[in-house]
T-cell receptor, first 115, second 114 residues
């Protein structure tokens, strides 16, 4: 199994530019999660999907952030326009179901730097 | 609001020393508890998880954890660390019997000196 795949691994962009982060969950997993990791705030859940449907987006910082999951094997997190404070590592994770005992499997992350 | 807190931000110790990392959560109901490890430059990996049974239990790589419900704590231990245990360790909690959102602690960076 390839695990959760994220691309790109590193992204450097300038303030005001649009950024799109991509995630491919583990095949057969029905839940997909987007997290952000910063020194100041640690790991925060941004949004999660069940069967491609967004269930809880209460962690999305503001309207500049949007996430989609057009099919079971692909999700995007978009920031438009990007700002320096968006610099962070963004992780995608997936799990087989929504049971509270299920393990979430994390991808390698995308390190975003906004200049 | 529910929260998860880890007592130490940084821990430095020598090889063969014992390690104990504290984690507390603030939630009075059912919880499922996880410890994740993030080695330098790598993604988070599950170290162990607990949802029922013996409150003192073992995970992978020689780690063990103890769940003390009365103290709302879930501490991670390793009797003898190795240099390869240098990593950041995250405690995480899912709240409620049907919870599927992980709430993470702030992490503890552990540096093991050879």
């Amino acid at each position: 199994d390839a695990g959760v795949i994220q691309s790109p691994r590193h992204e450097v962009t300038e303030m005001g530019q649009e950024v799109t982060l991509r995630c491919k969950p583990i095949s057969g997993h029905d839940y997909l999660f987007w997290y952000r990791q910063t020194m100041m705030r640690g790991l925060e859940l941004l949004i999660y999907f069940n069967n491609n449907v967004p269930i809880d987006d209460s962690g999305m910082p503001e309207d500049r952030f949007s996430a989609k999951m057009p099919n079971a094997s692909f999700s995007t997190l978009k920031i438009q326009p990007s700002e320096p404070r968006d610099s962070a590592v963004y992780f995608c994770a997936s799990s087989t179901s929504g049971r509270s005992t299920d393990t979430q499997y994390f991808g390698p992350g995308t390190r975003l730097t906004v200049l | 609001a529910q929260s998860v807190s880890q007592h130490n931000h940084h821990v430095i110790l020598s090889e063969a020393a014992s390690l104990e990392l504290g984690c507390n959560y603030s939630y009075g109901g059912t919880v499922n508890l996880f410890w994740y490890v993030q080695y330098p430059g790598q993604h988070l990996q599950l170290l162990l998880k607990y949802f029922s049974g013996d409150p003192l239990f073992k995970g992978i790589k020689g780690f063990e954890a103890e769940f003390i419900k009365s103290k709302f704590s879930f501490n991670l231990r390793k009797p003898s660390v190795q240099w390869s245990d240098t990593a950041e360790y995250f405690c995480a909690v899912k709240l409620g019997a049907a919870g599927n959102k992980l709430t993470f602690g702030g992490g503890t960076r552990v540096l093991v000196k050879p």
